[in-house]
C-alpha cells in the first residue's frame, strides 16, 4: 500500500482504513505491510498515539 508522507495526510488515511476496513491497527499494518512501530513513531511526531479501543489515532 502506498502511504503519503506528510504526517497529517498519513493520519488521515490510516484513521480513515482503521474505521472502515480494519478491526485493528495490527490488521490494518499487516495489509498495508508496515512495521506498526514504525507507523506508530511516524505518527508521534505530530503527537497521535494509537487509541486501542476507539481504533484509531488520536
Do not use: H
Amino acid at each position: 500500500m502506498n502511504l503519503p508522507g506528510d504526517a497529517a495526510m498519513l493520519v488521515s488515511v490510516v484513521n480513515m482504513k482503521l474505521r472502515d476496513f480494519y478491526p485493528s491497527l495490527e490488521a490494518f499494518c499487516e495489509d498495508a505491510e508496515i512495521e506498526e512501530e514504525e507507523l506508530k513513531e511516524r505518527l508521534a511526531v505530530i503527537d497521535y498515539i494509537y487509541d486501542r479501543e476507539q481504533n484509531q489515532f488520536v
